[in-house]
């Protein structure tokens, strides 16, 4: 059979590529003019000083300048944001990019003014605006500010937060009408009150999101772009291609693991596909992977970059503020689901190669055997953290004033050790991927030349993990340790080398100032992004729409939970396609996640509110994948020059098991570590034997969906592979259906269970009554018994007013500001036709452990190998 031949390939220059990463990330606009391109420059430079000005930890300039709070520093940073994007963002795809027309001088100059006019007057706007009464110079300065910022947001993001922010805005104007339903209708509110609230307050645009961008985004931004600007990017790539090259399909294994390390310090999906891929790409379509796969393995690779602690995006940083949760808790609950995605994706590629018979680059080596390497290599550099810990406490306990010079001065010396060390072997640089002969890197070369930028993320890890700082001063630490790096590392090789000085510390110089121009760059549209979100986070905290949302989305649900989560999910998809992920989550978030929460416990689910945030979060980032908008799928195209649409669909197939990954931790968040303590060795074990079951169900759930186990396989061996890795994920799904897992007992003796109940202990029980839209509503409470709660009297103790009548405990209005009254926050306790009550007491059943469903899915994976060994023909790794 004659393979068809490929569409002819469209060749994209560096400057093509280079162009397609600025019009999304740091803008497209380079004048020919020195001093405009100086001035942009500038400002990004200043930007990024400044940031790291107001992050350092020391105050020392305290006794000299005054020290701003929160409330200053954000109209700063969207000063900056604002002005960059007119200067740095072209109007239209017509606009010119070699200059800056006289318009967007005008527009940087008034929107900046109006950002700017926030910091200037903040005491008098504490007496007049934020008191309720704004002056009419403060509402037009405020109304000026609105439609600046959704210009901005239009120029860097697309017009899509713009039409959002702007409907979330004439709805809080308008309130009713007939495309309002009335579940979320309201009276309206004025333009002034709109601005004041959007504006001028404390809130909206200058609220929460763009809080995180100033405090916390911006720094781990920065630290990822001159982490790449000191080499590490390279350096990493250069790592996965010794590590994984020999391998079958090795561009493609190396492909993936580059992106995640890139992903590690990068938030952008479109530049990670664009700096690995140039490389990785020709060489997967020269073992045999065409076009549309090399960019789709790229692709998915790039993608879960944002799912990858600790950037994530921004989006780690938005859930430490929206939930309350510590960052150091974000990163635990994110770090199983982003690594057993990662494996997946690289046993996917595997499957391809074998499925295509691809050769390997050089002498083929196992799999196998390097996954072995791997994890011997983890448990050592484990081992090595764990007595780095012990020895420097251990310092601390025995000679407290000394401990911290004494830790920097070795800090010191280890890295003159590495710097020494790589300055023993040449520079690393990218062979061409292209060429008619390529020699893959040697670990035994690549590996001493950059452990030196390894100290950054460690120190970063040491301050986050071991000291518990606050992750802006551990990003502000680790920071200064790469700026120390970058001036430094070029000339100690030159010294040891025996080369000249001066020109190296020059050229560190430089590499310096370009990353925090990169750095600033890629912030512009972060900036206005998380500015921009902010009108729809304080629309939803003002208007009826953030306690009514649950009620319209239970109707187009039916009130069924999975439903919803397909619902919300094809929102935050749809809604993807024209926002960057970060604004995605912040908008998505904001409208769903405790609606997931409230209708999970209608269900008698208990969703965490953590797993609702990633639910939202894993779903927005699909949207770079998804054809036919999918930014990363067309960046990857115009690498691979293959067909936009085809890499996009490919890439959405390989992305399957990411899409599925939300909808097992709602369902079982122990697959996030919620609940698990890992402060103890129990925990710690228990979370091994989590990573362990979820990633070889993950693996099955691959070959599943790639019809390709050991060897290609029938539809009913893909819906075995299927059935057992769901089975290994949500075991409880089958112990509920079998076993209860509850049992009733009388509602009229809830007051007594909460008396009766231990310290840690969980009381459950379901509330009925009409919600606020006149329909009967239930939901399942979920209370803690704490240590300090009295002896008695403890339903009362936690907000609960009951009231038994005979067999049957009606409920008023739980405590205003208790946990009870947040979690009944939907009913109407004041209905007189219809009375609110405890319908249900449960007790947990007892019953067999949901661990006795293995056995008989590991029988059927059983069955599924010994029939697929007959038809066998490669080896399975």
């Given at each position: 059979?004659?393979?068809?031949?490929?569409?002819?390939?469209?060749?994209?220059?560096?400057?093509?590529?280079?162009?397609?990463?600025?019009?999304?990330?740091?803008?497209?606009?380079?004048p020919?003019?020195?001093a405009?391109?100086?001035?942009?420059?500038?400002?990004?430079?200043?930007?990024?000083?400044f940031?790291?000005?107001?992050?350092?930890?020391?105050?020392?300039?305290?006794?000299?300048?005054?020290?701003l709070?929160?409330s200053?520093?954000?109209p700063?940073?969207?000063?900056?944001?604002?002005?960059?994007?007119?200067?740095?963002?072209?109007?239209?795809?017509?606009?010119?990019?070699?200059?800056?027309?006289?318009?967007d001088?005008?527009?940087?100059?008034?929107?900046?003014?109006?950002?700017?006019?926030?910091?200037?007057?903040?005491?008098?706007?504490?007496?007049?605006?934020?008191?309720?009464l704004?002056?009419?110079?403060?509402?037009?300065?405020?109304?000026?500010?609105?439609?600046?910022?959704?210009?901005?947001?239009?120029?860097?993001?697309g017009?899509?937060?713009?039409?959002?922010?702007?409907?979330?805005l004439?709805y809080?104007?308008?309130?009713?009408?007939?495309?309002?339903?009335?579940?979320?209708?309201?009276?309206?509110?004025?333009?002034?009150?709109?601005?004041?609230?959007?504006?001028l307050?404390?809130?909206?645009?200058?609220?929460?999101?763009?809080?995180?961008?100033?405090?916390?985004?911006?720094?781990f931004?920065?630290f990822?772009?001159?982490?790449?600007k000191?080499?590490a990017?390279?350096?990493?790539?250069?790592?996965?291609?010794?590590?994984?090259?020999?391998?079958?399909?090795?561009?493609?294994k190396?492909?993936?693991?580059?992106?995640?390390?890139?992903?590690?310090?990068?938030?952008?999906?479109?530049?990670?596909?664009?700096?690995t891929?140039?490389?990785?790409?020709?060489l997967?379509?020269?073992?045999?992977?065409?076009?549309?796969?090399?960019g789709?393995?790229?692709?998915?690779?790039?993608?879960?970059?944002?799912?990858?602690?600790?950037?994530?995006?921004?989006?780690?940083?938005?859930?430490?503020?929206?939930?309350?949760?510590?960052?150091?808790?974000v990163i635990?609950?994110a770090?199983?689901?982003?690594?057993?995605?990662?494996?997946?994706?690289?046993?996917?590629?595997?499957?391809?190669?074998?499925?295509?018979d691809?050769?390997?680059?050089?002498?083929?080596?196992?799999?196998?055997?390097?996954?072995?390497?791997?994890?011997?290599?983890?448990?050592?550099?484990?081992?090595?953290?764990?007595?780095?810990?012990?020895?420097v406490?251990?310092?601390?306990?025995?000679?407290?004033?000394?401990?911290?010079?004494?830790?920097m001065?070795?800090?010191?010396?280890?890295?003159?050790?590495?710097?020494?060390?790589?300055?023993?072997?040449?520079?690393l640089?990218?062979d061409?991927?292209?060429?008619?002969?390529?020699?893959?890197p040697?670990?035994?070369h690549?590996?001493?030349?950059?452990?030196?930028?390894?100290?950054?993320?460690?120190?970063?890890?040491?301050?986050?993990?071991?000291?518990?700082?606050?992750?802006?001063?551990?990003?502000?630490y680790?920071?200064a340790m790469?700026?120390f790096?970058?001036?430094?590392?070029?000339?100690?090789k030159?010294m040891?080398?025996?080369?000249?000085i001066?020109?190296a510390?020059?050229?560190?110089?430089?590499?310096?100032?370009?990353?925090?121009?990169s750095?600033?760059?890629?912030?512009?549209?972060?900036?206005?992004?998380?500015?921009?979100?902010?009108i729809i986070?304080?629309?939803?905290?003002?208007?009826?729409?953030?306690?009514e949302?649950?009620?319209?989305?239970?109707?187009f649900?039916?009130?069924?939970?999975?439903?919803?989560?397909?619902?919300?999910g094809?929102?935050s998809?749809?809604?993807?396609?024209?926002?960057?992920?970060?604004?995605?989550y912040?908008?998505?978030?904001?409208?769903?996640?405790?609606?997931?929460?409230?209708?999970?416990?209608q269900e008698?689910?208990?969703?965490?509110?953590?797993?609702?945030?990633?639910?939202?979060?894993?779903?927005?980032?699909?949207?770079?994948?998804?054809?036919p908008?999918?930014l990363?799928?067309?960046?990857?195209?115009?690498?691979?020059g293959?067909?936009?649409i085809?890499?996009?669909?490919?890439?959405f197939?390989?992305?399957?098991?990411?899409?599925?990954?939300?909808?097992?931790?709602i369902?079982?968040?122990a697959?996030?570590?919620?609940?698990?303590?890992?402060?103890?060795?129990?925990?710690?074990?228990?979370?091994?034997?989590?990573?362990?079951v979820?990633?070889?169900?993950?693996?099955?759930?691959?070959?599943?969906?790639?019809?390709?186990?050991?060897?290609?396989?029938?539809?009913?061996?893909s819906?075995?592979?299927?059935l057992?890795?769901?089975?290994l994920?949500v075991?409880?799904?089958?112990?509920?259906?079998?076993f209860?897992?509850?049992?009733?007992?009388?509602?009229a003796?809830?007051?007594?269970?909460?008396?009766?109940?231990?310290?840690?202990?969980?009381?459950r029980?379901?509330?009925?009554?009409?919600?606020?839209?006149?329909?009967?509503?239930?939901?399942?409470?979920?209370?803690?018994?704490?240590?300090?709660?009295?002896?008695q009297?403890?339903?009362?103790?936690?907000?609960?007013?009951?009231?038994?009548?005979?067999?049957?405990?009606?409920?008023?209005?739980?405590?205003?500001?208790?946990?009870?009254?947040?979690?009944?926050?939907?009913?109407?306790?004041?209905?007189?036709?219809?009375?609110?009550?405890?319908?249900?007491l449960?007790?947990?059943a007892?019953?067999?452990?949901?661990?006795?469903?293995?056995?008989?899915?590991l029988?059927?994976?059983?069955?599924?190998?010994?029939?697929?060994?007959?038809?066998?023909?490669?080896?399975?790794?």
């Open positions: 059979m004659t393979r068809a031949p490929e569409p002819k390939e469209r060749q994209f220059s560096d400057e093509d590529l280079h162009d397609l990463v600025a019009s999304s990330d740091t803008g497209a606009r380079e020919r003019s020195r405009v391109a100086l001035l942009i420059a500038g400002l990004a430079l200043a930007w990024s000083l940031q790291l000005w107001i992050a350092q930890p020391q105050l020392w300039f305290g006794q000299y300048l005054p020290v709070n929160s200053q520093t954000r700063i940073h969207l000063t900056f944001a604002i002005v960059l994007a007119y200067l740095a963002y072209p109007a239209l795809k017509s606009s010119p990019r070699d200059r800056v027309p006289l318009m001088w005008v527009l940087a100059i008034a929107g900046g003014f109006c950002a700017f006019y926030i910091f200037v007057y903040s005491r008098e706007l504490s007496l007049t605006a934020r008191s309720g704004p002056t009419q110079t403060q509402v037009i300065i405020g109304a000026a500010g609105l439609v600046l910022l959704l210009e901005a947001s239009r120029r860097a993001l017009p899509a937060l713009t039409i959002v922010g702007s409907l979330f004439i809080s104007y308008m309130g009713s009408g007939w495309l309002i339903p009335d579940i979320i209708s309201h009276n309206g509110m004025s333009l002034t009150s709109i601005i004041n609230a959007q504006w307050d404390t809130g909206g645009v200058f609220g929460i999101p763009l809080g995180v961008s100033t405090a916390f985004v911006f720094l931004v920065l990822g772009s001159m982490l790449d000191a080499g990017g390279n350096y990493f790539i250069q790592i996965a291609f010794a590590g994984l090259g020999h391998l079958r399909g090795g561009p493609a190396a492909a993936v693991v580059g992106s995640a390390l890139t992903g590690l310090i990068s938030g952008s999906s479109i530049a990670n596909v664009v700096t891929g140039t490389f990785t790409i020709p997967m379509k020269r073992v045999g992977f065409t076009s549309e796969k090399a789709a393995v790229e692709v998915a690779s790039s993608v879960n970059g944002q799912i990858m602690p600790p950037v994530m995006g921004a989006a780690a940083f938005l859930m430490v503020e929206f939930i309350g949760i510590s960052y150091v808790q635990k609950h770090f199983i689901p982003a690594v057993i995605s990662y494996i997946a994706l690289l046993y996917i590629v595997h499957l391809e190669a074998l499925k295509r691809m050769p390997a680059l050089g002498e083929a080596r196992s799999l196998l055997s390097m996954l072995l390497r791997t994890f011997v290599g983890f448990v050592l550099m484990g081992v090595a953290f764990t007595a780095l810990i012990y020895g406490r251990g310092l601390q306990a025995l000679a407290p004033a000394i401990a911290d010079p004494v830790v001065l070795l800090l010191l010396a280890v890295y003159a050790w590495l710097v020494r060390i790589s300055a023993q072997r040449d520079d640089e990218l061409d991927p292209s060429a008619e002969r390529f020699e893959l040697r670990m035994g690549v590996l001493p030349t950059g452990l030196h930028y390894l100290l950054p993320i460690l120190v970063l890890v040491w301050f986050l993990m071991v000291e518990m700082q606050s992750p802006a001063k551990s990003a502000f680790a920071v790469l700026i790096i970058m001036l430094t590392q070029r000339p100690l030159a040891f080398r025996g080369e000249a001066l020109p510390l020059v050229a560190g110089w430089n590499d310096l100032i370009d990353g925090m121009i750095g600033a760059r890629n912030m512009i549209g972060i900036g206005v992004a998380t500015a921009a979100a902010g986070v304080a629309t939803v905290t003002r208007t009826p729409i953030g306690t949302l649950a009620g319209l989305v239970e109707i649900a039916g009130g069924n939970l999975m439903l919803m989560l397909i619902l919300i094809a929102f998809l749809v809604l993807g396609m024209g926002l960057p992920t970060t604004a995605n912040i908008v998505v978030s904001s409208l769903m996640a405790g609606v997931v929460v409230s209708l999970g416990a008698g689910l208990i969703v965490p509110l953590i797993a609702a945030h990633l639910f939202v979060f894993y779903f927005g980032i699909m949207a770079d994948v998804t054809p908008v999918g990363a799928s067309f960046a990857a195209a115009a690498v691979s293959g067909d936009p085809r890499t996009g669909v490919t890439a197939g390989y992305s399957l098991r990411t899409i599925a990954l939300p909808f097992l931790f369902y079982n968040p697959l996030i570590l919620y609940g698990v303590d890992l402060g103890t060795a129990g925990g710690l074990a228990y979370a091994a034997w989590i990573f362990v979820a990633t070889f169900a993950m693996l099955l759930f691959a070959a599943a969906t790639q019809g390709y186990f050991l060897a290609r396989s029938r539809l009913w061996e819906a075995a592979l299927l057992v890795a769901f089975t994920f075991p409880n799904f089958w112990q509920d259906r079998v209860p897992a509850f049992a009733e007992r009388p509602v003796q809830l007051e007594q269970a909460f008396d009766q109940a231990e310290p840690g202990e969980r009381l029980f379901v509330v009925q009554g009409p919600n606020f839209a006149g329909a009967i509503t239930r939901t399942t409470v979920v209370h803690a018994i704490a240590d300090s709660d009295p002896a009297g403890r339903a009362q103790a936690a907000g609960l007013f009951l009231m038994p009548e005979g067999d049957r405990m009606f409920m008023e209005e739980p405590m205003f500001g208790s946990a009870m009254q947040e979690a009944m926050a939907g009913f109407d306790f004041y209905r007189p036709d219809a009375r609110t009550e405890v319908v249900s449960l007790e947990p007892e019953r067999p452990s949901r661990y006795w469903f293995y056995p008989p899915a029988l059927l994976l059983a069955l599924v190998i010994a029939i697929q060994r007959r038809r066998q023909t490669k080896p399975a790794f």
